[in-house]
């Protein structure tokens, strides 16, 4: 089968023709790709940021946004039969230990077990997975619609939820960066909380995005953005502030928004907050990382998606040329996500 490949750190993968992989574990699930979403996380494995913290094998079929057709099924599987509609967590945990007990899927005591990571990814014409990670899709939900959900969409749910509690009626919400991720956070902010919601990036493009997402107001990163949300919040900025930059002049500008008893989710990464801590203990400002989600915050992100809640903005490709959509990305052409289709 085809499959895009990592051979090197900091070098294009290729298109190689590679074997097929085969439900050889009870539990294993070979998908037939139907969608595999391009992420900036595929950059950053590209140009071995995961490297020190995640040894992996290379080389390595990258992409772990991935929905598709059960192909195969191990013996002991009875969740998914051939021919369902899936759309796959990224990680497979193993189900037994105390984190999986509580749902808490990217705490796994087994580790990292990653697809497009760890393991064969789904930027190919079939990915094997495993029970635990599938998730049937609900008839009219397209995989390849869908795709950016099984990690952009998921990300974003796992940090609203969060933030779920602190945003009811008369409340502020900041989403900084309305990239692929950013442009998810507005829906799910619109569809589970009373926050009014500002969006803030320098494009305008991605504002006028934001604004068809249903974001109350749009303000432009250009420096001002402070003052402008400022403006907006009587003076005490937000109770909450989601960046999805996580770089740059974002983090600072980002904090800065966040008013007295507020939370700062960061979910972007690849900068550096520096604050003097009498800056967070005298307002009483909370900062909460966020990494992927669980399993049921990809249950509830697609069952919100098949209500008509929550989309996603996607340009496909086909899968030999994704040259194409990494440049697209990298450049900053996309407005939404890229989707790979084999």
């Known amino acids: 089968m085809k499959a ?60 772990h946004e991935t929905t ?22 990224p990680q497979s945990s193993c189900g037994t230990c105390p ?15 990653f697809t497009g990571l760890t393991r064969a990814g789904g930027f190919a014409e079939l990915m094997r997975t495993t029970d635990r990670a599938v998730l049937p899709l609900p008839a009219g939900l397209e995989p390849a619609d869908v795709a950016p959900h099984a990690d952009a969409g998921l990300t974003v749910m796992h940090a609203v939820r969060k933030a779920v ?23 799910c902010l619109r569809a589970l909380t009373a926050a009014e919601v500002i969006a803030v990036d320098p494009d305008p493009e991605s504002l006028k995005l934001a604004a068809d997402c249903g974001a109350h107001h749009v303000v432009p990163a250009d420096g001002t953005q402070g003052e402008r949300v400022a403006e907006l919040t009587g003076g005490a900025g937000a109770e ?15 904090l800065a928004m966040v008013r007295a008893r507020g939370t700062y989710f ?41 209500s008509g809640g929550v989309g996603v903005r996607t340009r496909s490709y086909p ?21 790979l289709v084999p």
């Not at 030999?320 to 989707?339: C, I, K, N, Q």
């Open 99 to 113: 984190a999986c007990r509580i749902g808490d899927d990217m705490r796994c005591a087994r580790g990292m077990d």
């Open 165 to 187: 509690p602190l945003l009811g009626p008369g409340t502020r919400v900041v989403v900084v960066g309305i990239g692929g991720l950013g442009h998810i956070a507005v829906q």
């Open 68 to 89: 598709g057709w059960v192909h195969e099924v191990g013996t002991a599987v009875e969740n998914v039969v051939v021919g369902d509609a899936v759309i796959c967590h």
């Open 4 to 63: 895009v490949r990592l051979h090197a750190y900091s070098e294009p993968p290729r298109l190689d023709e590679v074997p097929e992989p085969a439900a050889t574990g009870p539990h294993d699930v070979v998908i037939r790709v139907g969608g595999a979403g391009l992420c900036r996380t595929d950059l950053h494995i590209r140009d071995g940021w995961f490297a020190p913290a995640v040894p992996t094998e290379l080389p390595l079929v990258l992409g």
């Open 240 to 254: 909450a502030v989601l960046d999805f930059v996580g770089e740059g002049d974002a983090v600072a500008s980002s």
């Open 266 to 306: 960061v979910v972007g990464y690849g900068g550096e907050l520096r604050v003097p801590t009498f800056n967070l203990v005298l307002p009483e400002i909370s900062v909460v990382g966020n990494a992927v989600g669980t399993h049921d915050d990809l249950r509830e992100l697609i069952a919100l998606a098949a």
């Open 319 to 339: 899968l030999e040329a994704f040259a194409d959509a990494f440049a697209d990305l990298e450049s900053g052409r996309l407005h939404g996500r890229a989707v």
